[in-house]
């Protein structure tokens, strides 16, 4: 018996007797069930590039008509996932509420409003360093307490959240040295989000005490947020994000104003030849810059390079604020919180390169991996 001949991969018989169907769902049928053909599929498979998009391509129309299919309910799936996210706003909203009383406490044990009570500033260490203690050693602590104890005390908790600045990265890469004594008079960082109903966002709100750099009792940053799929690409929806932010005006008192600074031009007349100096005000690098942030792009423009880094980074820091700052500053001014940041990637790098070793041998050769550390309103503020 001669052998079938191949057009395209697809054996000559079976394309000619398929023809007389007439029906394109039935030509796909029986060219799918056919061996001959499948091993001919089979094989353009293997010598093509094998990437998901080679491999689409290959695939019969009515094979890619379904995939279609799914792609519809995946973005229906989107949609339902973007409600999702915003019960989950609801969610955060309900349970902000409960813990403001504590927040509330916590701002009056750091400004000295409130002195806590024995009960309330029990605390049993875990450092079995400090059990083991000999006898004479305790005894000369409780001297040395008693001695400091007899010094003034100072109020409340001194630095609390310049402190914060000063320990986490982030942070202390956007503060100047001229920043520091303001942000000395920082006494509370509070997240408020929208309202029900309202399109979803959230403001920082930074809480100072009077001091001689500007009238604000408190500056504003607001956080625009889209919890919904992209019309132009769907697949690309992890939930909400940051779209957009506003600032807020600060009320520097005259000659304070450290997001500015004056230098002296000197100037040649064309005509006489004369030269006059003057002075003039330019940017300067700040962290109260944070409130007069970039905007993003709202009329079809797209921003360049720099722009955009620089709007990812401060949307970066919103959230950060938002989602670890301001619920557990506590640690981050003890640092305790740094350090478990700085286990969890040493861990999470350590185990991928055990899973690495088991899947090439299993050798029980130690390998020295050295982790990779990241780099590092009651009054309103007006708007402009």
Known sequence: MA???????????????????????KLSDQVMQNPQVLAALQERLDSASHTPSSYI????????????ALKQLQVRCAHIEAK??????DLERKYAALYQPLFDKRREFITGDVEPTDAESEWHSDSEEEDKLAGDMKSKLAVEEDAAAEEPSPRGIPEFWFTIFRNVDMLSELVREYDEPIL????????????????????????????????????TKTYKMKSEPDKADPFSFEGPEIVDCDGCTIDWKRGKNVTV??????????GR?????????????????????????GDGESL???????????????HFFRERIVPRAVLYFTGEAIEDDENFEEDEEGE?????????????????????????QPAECKQQ
């Open 304 to 318: 360049d390079e720099d722009s955009e880094f620089t709007l990812a980074s401060d949307f970066e820091i919103g």
């Open 184 to 219: 000395k008079h920082l006494q509370d960082i509070k997240v408020k989000f929208s309202d029900a109903g309202q399109p979803m966002s959230f403001v920082l709100e930074f809480h100072f005490e009077p001091n001689d750099y500007f009238t604000n009792s408190v500056l």
């Open 57 to 68: 391509e290959t695939l019969p129309r009515a094979v890619k008509r379904r995939i279609s």
């Open 84 to 89: 999702f996210y915003e019960e989950v706003h």
């Open 273 to 297: 030849g004369t030269v006059r100096t003057i002075t003039k005000q330019v940017p300067n690098e700040s962290f109260f810059n944070f409130f007069n942030p970039l905007k993003a792009s």
């Open 352 to 376: 991928e390169e055990e899973l690495e070793g088991d899947e090439e041998g299993g050798e029980d050769d130690d390998v020295d991996v050295t982790p990779k550390k990241e780099p590092s």
């Open 3 to 25: 052998e079938n001949s191949f057009s395209d991969g697809v054996p000559t018989e079976t394309a000619d007797a398929a023809k007389s169907t007439g029906s394109p769902e």
């Open 261 to 270: 600074k004056t230098i002296k031009k000197k100037q040649k007349h064309k």
